[in-house]
């Protein structure tokens, strides 16, 4: 069973206005009056100012000044970013706009395994020999790389840092820092490379969809207009990947950007080379980007494959250690591939509703990845009771990833499953679904639809409206699809003039 949580206490009917139902959803989406404008009708983001996500004039100027110079003196620049979809997405905006300025730019982004995540000595020394560039530009990391500043340094390389990752207290050496915890880092790139020219914010919505950031304020004006703009794209890799799913050339929503057109990306970097994905957004000509979205097709089934089979393994694993009376998940093994144990973990958590941990027993570090429940902040947990077994902690309240050695396992999972006991103690761990508000059936009709409409696009921190309707009843009942998964009923309110619309069908899939 899960808890229902209304947002408002109020019960919506016939008797509701588009107004009043407009004003309720903008109340729960906690959408001041003064915002609800731009809510509605977000500011394009050409007509945004780098104040409006906070970033520093001085630093931004000071790195334009630099790149110019580099264009100029036909220096080597070098765009270092990341292998999910906003790493490669602000990699591609960057790279793009500065090559198309004249700039001599080669682009870089980790390998998974080889070179982990953000800038670092060894990735460098490796790219160095082949690539030895004169300026340096993060995308999507950089903030805490102190060690590899440093390095860039000692050699003479200028470096200039986008991020979005929260800094810690001592900034690393650079050139510049640009910085801004309230974008992702495809938007931030997008703030830089808009200086040089028409740089691409449909990829930069798409980055912000991935890295799931809320809908909300900034991040609305580049998935609105980005969403448009990524539907009737010319860009010839984008294309190839809508044709080979099965987008099209339908209208975008910011849920075909996440499930359907992200994965895919996301899927080179997470069963080979990451690369692919950045060729795919690069490609010249649809030729080339059927090529590379036949690949990540491929691979995105390869990752899918590897899922299942560590779902499965994960399953089996949990059963067999179980304890009802520890509310984690800690499953560990060295058959988990590493590109994949933050979704095995987060399906996890979706089934059994319990925190879970999932590591890939890697040598001679192994990588782990969590997911948590509503009721327990992981990173907290984490933290409490990592007694320094643990290299590389990061995440939030909700999901989070760390590196231990094999050795540290068993002694960490015990810190652990001590701390968990001890921080939900008291607590019922029960999903929640979140309601609107109350509402009879006559609360449904066209005019209301529409206005909900005007709400899109939904995602992460502005949720679909959804609506509870208590003591309705099931008029007839029928099993869909070829298989009988799905269900449509017939429903009624029996204290609710009837209408056209009255009773109701519904359809609910894979709840036969
Ligand atoms: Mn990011």
Partial sequence: MSKIKLLSSVTLDQKTTSDDLLTLLLKNRKVKPADQ???????HPKNLTPKDIKLSATNLKKAVERIKIAIKNKEKILIYGDYDVDGLTATTII?????????????FVPHREKDGYGLNQKSLERIFKSYKPDLLITVDNGIVAHQAASFLKKEKIDLIIT??????KKLPPALSIIHSPLVCGAVVAWFLAREFGSADYGLA?????????????????????????????KRPGLNALKQITSIGQKKLSAYDLGFILGPRLNAA???????????????????????YARLLEKQNRERQKEQTIGQTLARSIYEKEKDPNIPLIFVSSPDFN??????????????????????????????????????????????Q?????????????AAAGFSIFPKNIKKFKKSLQVTVKKMVKGKKLEPQIKADASAKISLINLKNYQTIQKLQPFGI???EPSFYFENLKVIDKQLLGRDKNHLKLLLDDPVTPKTESIPLESLSFWQA
């Avoid at 809320?214 to 794209?233: A, K, Q």
């Avoid at 970097?269 to 090529?291: E, F, H, K, Y």
């Avoid at 059994?352 to 948590?372: D, E, F, G, N």
């Fill in 338 to 383: 590493p590109g994949t144990v933050g979704l095995i973990s987060g399906r996890l958590t979706q089934e059994h509703y319990l925190p879970s941990v999932v590591i890939s027993q890697t040598t001679p570090v192994s990588k782990a990845s969590c997911r948590s429940v509503a009721e327990l902040d992981i990173l907290k947990a984490l933290r």
């Fill in 205 to 233: 919505g798409l980055g912000t969809v991935a890295d799931c950031l809320p809908l909300i304020s900034i991040n609305r004006s580049f998935v609105y207009h980005g969403l448009d703009s990524l539907t009737h794209t």
């Fill in 163 to 168: 991020d979005h990752h929260l800094p810690e």
């Fill in 269 to 291: 970097g997470r069963v080979g080379d990451p690369g692919n994905s950045l060729r795919l957004l690069a490609s010249p000509d649809i030729a080339t980007a059927g090529t």
């Fill in 37 to 43: 404008p731009s809510f509605l009708k977000p500011p």
């Fill in 95 to 107: 790279w793009e706009v500065l090559r198309e300025k004249g700039g001599q730019v080669k682009s």
């Fill in 461 to 463: 921190g502005n949720p």
């Fill in 385 to 397: 009771a990592n007694k320094g077994f643990l290299i590389d902690l990061g995440g939030h309240s």
